[in-house]
């Protein structure tokens, strides 16, 4: 089967654009979540959906949004990017919101800002 | 707040020597307990967890034993390789927590001389 899978795997932006990441989460998870990892340091959590309902949300700007859609992958939208935002997007997916579930992580995304 | 606090890097050993990576948590509710592995350039990889006091975790060789009295959930290794050079990050869930985020520890960046 396959993994949690993202795209793209790595894209550059200008300052003041916008950028749309993609995550199709394992067959048969209906949770997923988003976390922004920047170099050096542990992930932070951005967002969480569970049946196309957001669940979670994290200390980030209202620049960021999400969403998931019926098939269960999910879209992070990230409007105004700043330098800032240069990080790995990682898009995490597990069965439910059971907080024993395991949460399996994509590849993530590495947005580059300049 | 859920916290984990996990002990600073990196830790240089030679091949074949003994591991351990301090992790000790705070946490509202009950936690699961999750060490996580990212390699070079690549995303996280669930190394092992433990949902309930007292558990073991284990995988490719290594351990950590949920224990709530110590709030500790230390990794071990008997015996390092080479290929085991990687960054490890404690985390856990909270059963309290309605985000149903993970909650990362800092990183600790692990170096094996051959």
């Known amino acids: 089967d396959a993994g949690v899978t993202q795209s793209p795997t790595h894209l550059i932006k200008t300052r003041g654009q916008h950028v749309t990441l993609r995550c199709s989460p394992i067959s048969g998870h209906k949770s997923v979540s988003w976390y922004q990892q920047v170099l050096g340091q542990g992930p932070q959590f951005i967002f969480q959906?569970?049946?196309?309902?957001?669940?979670g949300r994290g200390n980030f700007p209202d620049r960021f949004s999400a969403r998931q859609f019926p098939n269960y992958s999910s879209e992070l939208n990230v409007n105004a990017l700043l330098l800032g935002d240069s990080a790995l997007y990682l898009c995490?997916?597990?069965?439910?919101?059971?907080?024993?579930?395991?949460?399996?992580f994509g590849e993530g995304s590495w947005l580059t800002v300049v | 707040g859920d916290s984990v606090t996990q002990m600073e890097g990196p830790v240089t050993l030679s091949e074949e020597a003994f591991l351990t990576i301090n992790c000790t948590y705070t946490?509202?509710?009950?936690?699961?307990l999750f060490w996580y592995v990212q390699y070079p350039g690549e995303g996280l990889q669930l190394l092992l967890k433990a949902t309930k006091a007292d558990d073991k975790g284990s995988n490719k060789g290594f351990e950590a034993t949920y224990r709530k009295e110590t709030t500790s959930f230390h990794l071990e290794k008997g015996s390092v390789q080479v290929s085991d050079s990687a960054v490890y990050f404690c985390a856990l869930t909270d059963s309290m927590d309605s985000n149903y985020q993970l909650i990362w520890g800092a990183g600790t960046k692990l170096i094996i001389k051959p």
């Open positions: 946490a509202t509710g009950y936690p699961s």
């Open positions: 995490a997916s597990s069965l439910d919101t059971y907080s024993g579930n395991t949460i399996y």
């Open positions: 959906y569970y049946e196309k309902e957001e669940r």
